[in-house]
């Protein structure tokens, strides 16, 4: 503490004993501070005017690089719009292009069967188009005038005959030869034959010496490629063979049904007509003579009737309830004889509607494999067999509609003559008990 206080004089002393230097020193410290002062508030205005300048600088060149982009983006939007049309331009370029051979290629197809070729090139549509029009301008005229060419033509016998060919434009023809003349059809793949039409030889030879006729004979076709074939007459045969066997099958049980009903229409024919003479003469006979000038007048007689008033009148001398049980019994006996063949019929009138459903079956069954062979070109491959369904649901409803209703007319036929047969029988009964 002491030395601490000691040094502390001393340094008052030498304070005090250097006030002067040390006030020297402080004014040229103040005064270099002070130059320092001002050249650093100079430097830095100058520093802050630089900052601007720089400032203003960079913002000009922001601006600058603002448009600049500006620019480029409208430049870069300009090329896409015209890169897209180009593009548009290039597709569209190629659908015309496509357009045009397709064109091209229609017309080739189109004239080729008439003779008329055509030049392709591709870095020449031009020229193509204009050969196209030109020479199909060329066939339409020729295609629309009467023209005479030579040629040949088939017979009816198939033998070939060399003469002239007088065309109307593309729809009709006559053949003109020394031995043969008349009306052309075609015979596919462009060839012709003669058409046997009433007046067609006049009309060839008034077309070939430019006469004029009030009527033509013609024979108008669509194709000349396509074969016109003679049109079959149809006949029953034709038809029910068109439906396969299965038609055949339907006709032959409609044939079968036909004569089974003419068969016990007759029987039923004759059971009706005896029933009502034959009762009433044994009616006659059994109250003249008794039972048995009755039995034997009924022995000669033959017949459910007959056979029923044998029964009766036998046991006539029996109780009544007796008799009429027999009489049920023997018209029940006589039922089996009177119903003959009509289950027959009733069964194949049934039978025919499922064979109709076969022979459809049958038929589509054809059809589809034909299909998958050869596909739908053809439709002549097709009919064979939609005429088995077809012609097979024809047969087998003209056979069953009309063979249920004679079944069932039969039927009821049968089923009276049991109620005629009963009435004479117990009628008999009744006036024999009137007797006694």
């Given at each position: 503490?002491?030395?601490?206080l000691f040094?502390?004089?001393?340094f008052?002393?030498s304070l005090f004993?250097?006030?002067?230097?040390?006030?020297?020193?402080y004014?040229?410290e103040f005064a270099?501070l002070?130059?320092?002062k001002e050249?650093?508030?100079?430097?830095?205005?100058?520093v802050k005017e630089?900052n601007?300048?720089?400032?203003?600088?960079?913002?000009s060149?922001i601006?600058?690089?603002q448009?600049?982009v500006?620019?480029k983006?409208?430049l870069?939007?300009?090329?896409t719009?015209?890169?897209?049309?180009?593009?548009q331009?290039?597709q569209?370029?190629?659908?015309?292009t496509?357009?045009i051979?397709?064109i091209?290629?229609?017309?080739?197809?189109?004239l080729?069967?008439?003779?008329?070729?055509?030049?392709?090139d591709?870095?020449?549509?031009?020229?193509?188009?204009?050969?196209?029009?030109t020479?199909s301008?060329?066939?339409?005229?020729d295609?629309?005038?009467l023209?005479?060419?030579?040629?040949?033509f088939?017979a009816?016998?198939g033998r070939?005959?060399?003469g002239?060919?007088?065309?109307?434009?593309n729809?009709?023809?006559?053949?003109?030869?020394?031995s043969?003349?008349?009306?052309?059809?075609?015979?596919?793949?462009?060839?012709?034959k003669i058409y046997?039409?009433a007046?067609?030889?006049?009309?060839?030879?008034?077309?070939?010496n430019a006469?004029?006729?009030?009527?033509?004979?013609i024979?108008?076709y669509?194709?000349?490629?396509?074969?016109?074939?003679?049109?079959?007459?149809?006949t029953?045969?034709?038809?029910i063979?068109?439906g396969?066997?299965?038609?055949?099958v339907?006709?032959?049980l409609?044939?079968?049904?036909l004569?089974?009903?003419l068969?016990?229409s007759?029987?039923?024919?004759?059971?009706s007509?005896s029933?009502?003479?034959?009762?009433?003469?044994?009616?006659?006979?059994?109250?003249?003579?008794?039972?048995e000038?009755?039995?034997?007048f009924?022995k000669?007689?033959?017949?459910?009737?007959a056979?029923?008033?044998?029964?009766?009148?036998r046991?006539l001398?029996?109780?009544?309830?007796?008799v009429?049980?027999?009489?049920?019994?023997?018209?029940?006996?006589?039922?089996?004889?009177?119903d003959?063949?009509?289950s027959?019929?009733?069964v194949i009138?049934?039978?025919?509607?499922?064979l109709?459903l076969?022979?459809?079956?049958?038929?589509?069954?054809?059809?589809f494999?034909i299909i998958t062979e050869?596909?739908?070109?053809?439709?002549?491959?097709?009919?064979?067999?939609?005429?088995?369904?077809?012609?097979?649901?024809?047969?087998?409803?003209?056979v069953?509609?009309?063979?249920?209703m004679i079944?069932n007319?039969?039927?009821?036929w049968a089923?009276?003559?049991?109620?005629?047969?009963?009435h004479?029988a117990?009628?008999?009964i009744?006036e024999y008990?009137?007797?006694?």
């Amino acid at each position: 503490m002491k030395q601490l206080l000691f040094i502390a004089i001393l340094f008052s002393i030498s304070l005090f004993a250097n006030e002067e230097d040390l006030q020297r020193a402080y004014a040229k410290e103040f005064a270099y501070l002070k130059s320092q002062k001002e050249m650093l508030q100079k430097r830095l205005k100058e520093v802050k005017e630089q900052n601007v300048k720089n400032l203003s600088d960079a913002n000009s060149d922001i601006a600058a690089l603002q448009n600049s982009v500006l620019a480029k983006n409208r430049l870069s939007e300009k090329l896409t719009d015209n890169l897209y049309a180009a593009q548009q331009n290039f597709q569209a370029l190629g659908d015309d292009t496509a357009a045009i051979e397709s064109i091209v290629m229609q017309a080739q197809t189109t004239l080729k069967p008439y003779g008329v070729d055509i030049f392709t090139d591709k870095e020449r549509y031009k020229e193509t188009l204009n050969e196209i029009f030109t020479k199909s301008n060329m066939l339409i005229r020729d295609l629309s005038s009467l023209r005479v060419e030579k040629g040949f033509f088939y017979a009816n016998d198939g033998r070939e005959v060399e003469g002239e060919i007088i065309r109307v434009g593309n729809i009709a023809s006559y053949g003109v030869s020394n031995s043969l003349s008349g009306a052309l059809v075609p015979a596919g793949d462009g060839k012709l034959k003669i058409y046997n039409g009433a007046d067609a030889s006049q009309s060839a030879a008034a077309l070939k010496n430019a006469q004029n006729r009030d009527m033509l004979d013609i024979f108008i076709y669509e194709n000349a490629s396509k074969e016109i074939e003679d049109v079959q007459e149809k006949t029953v045969v034709s038809i029910i063979d068109s439906g396969g066997i299965i038609g055949w099958v339907i006709v032959a049980l409609g044939v079968v049904a036909l004569l089974l009903a003419l068969l016990r229409s007759l029987f039923l024919l004759s059971a009706s007509s005896s029933t009502s003479t034959l009762a009433k003469n044994t009616l006659t006979k059994l109250l003249e003579g008794g039972v048995e000038s009755a039995l034997e007048f009924l022995k000669t007689k033959k017949g459910s009737t007959a056979r029923l008033l044998k029964a009766t009148v036998r046991n006539l001398d029996r109780n009544r309830e007796h008799v009429e049980d027999i009489v049920a019994e023997s018209i029940l006996h006589e039922s089996t004889r009177l119903d003959k063949f009509g289950s027959i019929i009733l069964v194949i009138a049934a039978v025919s509607p499922l064979l109709v459903l076969l022979g459809t079956v049958t038929g589509m069954i054809a059809t589809f494999d034909i299909i998958t062979e050869f596909g739908t070109g053809d439709p002549k491959l097709l009919s064979g067999g939609i005429s088995i369904a077809l012609v097979t649901t024809e047969l087998g409803l003209v056979v069953a509609i009309p063979v249920l209703m004679i079944g069932n007319l039969l039927g009821g036929w049968a089923e009276k003559i049991k109620d005629g047969m009963e009435h004479s029988a117990l009628h008999l009964i009744n006036e024999y008990n009137k007797q006694k």
